[in-house]
């Protein structure tokens, strides 16, 4: 049956940032599909709360609490994952996000921040799970960026800069870890998560988003949660160094910050 190739069963996958949004959905929807899963972000309660709902899907889960900020931090989960369920199969690097900012008022601080928060952080924890990866002889690695990588748009100099480098990190990882570990990225759009929560919330600027969006909508945590298990899983077992663009067709950003030409 072609939905067997969907399958992740027996697996165990290291998700990053899955307390909420995306990588809580993107945990839920591995469990689902047969994973077991550690789950790591800051806020213990907000893990504790997917990892019961993972306990309902039969599957294991195992919550590490962590400012995954810090690379070494993101890096430990390697190791735990494997001491918890005896190997690794799978990894999605979903922690990152940078607020927006003008040029002008982005410091080279910020600006290395974002890199280390949205780009060190995943390769921290890359480059720890490749023996575990190599050992389970089926690995797969997706890392979540986002549109801001390939358009441009005001305010996004920091943001944008690191999902383009994690876009093309992604590219030449697949190459140093083929044949033997595949590496995706999925360059995500507008999502209804925490971060969107004022636009969400907000008849007026929703629409606005919308309108601008060819598919006419926000996306969903499970629109990128069922991509992740396409490049995880045996559908997607040819696929390797690619971004996929889940984002509703966009082509430039669908908020615009109104920031004013310089004088």
Not at 76 to 104: H, K, M, S, W, Y
Not at 145 to 164: C, E, N, P
Not at 234 to 253: I, N
Request: charged fraction near 20%.
């Amino acid at each position: 049956m072609i939905l067997d190739r969907f399958l992740l069963t027996d697996k165990v996958a290291v998700v990053t940032g899955a307390g909420r949004g995306i990588g809580a959905a993107t945990a839920l929807a591995l469990a689902e599909a047969g994973a077991d899963v550690v789950l790591s972000a800051r806020t213990a309660e907000q893990l504790d709360k997917i990892a019961d709902q993972i306990a309902g899907t039969g599957r294991g889960a195992h919550v590490v609490p962590a400012d995954l900020s810090d690379p070494a931090a993101a890096a430990a989960l390697a190791d735990t994952a494997a001491e918890q369920f005896g190997r690794i199969d799978i990894v999605v690097n979903n922690v990152g996000g940078t607020l927006p900012r003008p040029l002008l008022d982005t410091s080279t601080e910020f600006l290395e921040d974002a890199f280390r928060f949205n780009v060190s952080t995943a390769h921290a924890l890359t480059s720890a799970s490749v023996p575990h990866l190599l050992a389970s002889g089926d690995g797969s690695i997706v890392n979540i960026s986002s549109i801001m990588g390939r358009v441009t748009g005001r305010g996004f100099l920091a943001y944008g800069t690191a999902k383009a480098a994690l876009a093309h990190y992604t590219r030449l990882a697949a190459t140093d870890l083929s044949p033997k570990i595949r590496v995706n990225a999925v360059a995500v759009g507008s999502v209804a998560t925490s971060a969107l929560e004022v636009v969400v919330n907000n008849p007026e600027l929703r629409e606005r988003m919308e309108s601008a969006t060819p598919l006419r909508r926000i996306g969903d945590p499970d629109d990128i949660a069922a991509t992740v298990i396409y490049l995880c899983s045996r559908a997607g077992g040819y696929v390797t160094g690619k971004v996929f663009e889940v984002d509703g067709g966009l082509e430039a950003p669908n908020l615009d910050f109104g920031l004013a030409d310089l004088t």
